[in-house]
């Protein structure tokens, strides 16, 4: 199996007067696994449905390498999905679960066995072909969900919240099972998640959507050390980055409660500073009082009062944490600030140990 390279053209999509999708283009690569992430009603999932021709574009363009998809019909664009809802039918085994798709294509008997077996044996459900969806576990669900959409050797795989429906441990387990077979079998594939860790991890790039729009479109790495603007900055990484309100003056940041050297980011005028609580230190740069700390185990999670109206949550060692109540100082190292403008995109300057 060899995935396609799948590129978006201006594509938008609204539904009466609501703009679900705006103008969106965006180049994924053959082999590539790239999440869509956002919150709730950005856009995520009509995009997968158009990709997947359930739904027909207002405008724009679909291809699949050279090839023009979005006036095809779902059945014809070589497309697996799969679902939160993993959809099997109840009533059906798993057997012929998995093997509905090619019923569908009339794939001779031999020839269907012989690949509905191949594919169970894949996924780790040889054993259990026989039983119907409600006698195996949700896990195993998920997996002859993922078996059906992988037997007919797609070109691309669409998965919509394909974890959502699994406990922690298994999700954790799952997360790495779907991208080792994603990867052994070189299938292009989009993930729609409003899970950021889950996106992190399993994703060669994620393109961050809000409002019908992506924001950025790049790899964790760089969403986590150079995000685009305020919205990636804060949406991405957890606990969410601080954002102090304030102005940079030649040179030099004034916010709420924190003065500090903005050297090299060029810009005068309102804007904004980042810093991730994890890269928050003990120090002498901001003095604050220690108001909640919430213990996770290794780190402690600090709520600082600066001032009356800035908070700053800070993730320090357990050992190095105050006790509620107390004063602190806060410090970071420069290269990890981030600077915004007052419409939120980044500036030059500072941010993850390169500008
Ligand atoms: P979620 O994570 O909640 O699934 P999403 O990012 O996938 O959200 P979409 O389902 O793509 O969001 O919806 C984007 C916008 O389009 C929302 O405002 C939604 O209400 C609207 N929308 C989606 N489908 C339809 C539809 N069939 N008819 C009308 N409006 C729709």
């Known amino acids: 199996m060899r995935g396609v390279g799948l590129g978006l053209h201006n594509l938008s999509k609204h539904f009466g007067r609501v703009v679900a999708l705006r103008e969106l283009t965006l180049g994924i690569r053959a082999g590539e ?13 009509t995009t997968l449905l158009l990709i ?26 070589d497309v697996g999905m799969v679902f939160q809802s993993y959809a099997l039918y109840p009533h059906l085994t798993l057997y012929e679960n998995v093997a509905f798709p090619l019923r569908l294509k009339r794939m001779g008997r031999e020839d269907l066995d012989r690949r509905v077996r191949q594919v169970a044996e894949m996924l780790g459900i040889g054993q259990i072909l026989e039983r119907h969806p409600g006698q195996v576990s949700g896990g195993q669900q998920q997996r002859a969900a993922l078996a059906r959409a992988l037997v007919k050797e797609p070109k691309v795989l669409l998965l919509d919240e394909p974890l959502s429906n699994l406990d922690a441990q298994i999700r954790l387990q799952a997360r790495a099972e779907i991208r080792r077979l994603q990867q052994g079998l070189g299938v292009t594939s989009v993930m729609v998640t409003h899970d950021q860790a889950e996106a992190l991890a399993m994703s060669d790039r994620v393109a961050v959507f809000s409002m019908g729009e992506v924001q950025q479109f790049a790899s964790p790495e760089e969403l986590y050390h150079r ?24 040179g030099r940041f004034h916010g709420d409660g924190v003065e500090i050297e903005a050297p090299g980011c060029g810009y005068a005028g309102k804007g904004w500073l980042g810093i991730r609580p994890e890269h928050v230190r003990i120090g002498d740069e901001v003095p604050g009082r220690a108001l909640v700390v919430e213990s996770q185990g290794r780190e402690a999670l600090l709520t600082v009062e600066v001032s009356a109206s800035l908070m700053f949550k800070a993730l320090l060692p357990v050992e190095a944490a105050p006790r509620a109540g107390e004063k602190v100082g806060l410090d970071w190292e420069g290269h990890r600030l981030h600077f915004f403008d007052r419409s939120g995109v980044r500036l030059p300057g500072y941010g993850g140990g390169r500008s």
Not at 33 to 45: A, D, E, I, Q, Y
Request: aromatic content about 12%.
């Open 52 to 77: 997947a021709g359930i739904y027909r574009p207002t405008t724009g363009e679909i291809h699949f390498d050279d090839r023009r998809m979005d006036a095809l019909h779902p059945r014809d664009r």
């Open 227 to 250: 995000p685009a603007n305020t919205f990636v900055a804060e949406f991405v990484g957890y606990p969410s980055m601080n954002l102090i309100g304030g102005e940079f003056v030649d």
């Open 33 to 45: 696994l790239v999440s869509f992430l956002g919150p709730s009603g950005c856009g995520k999932t």
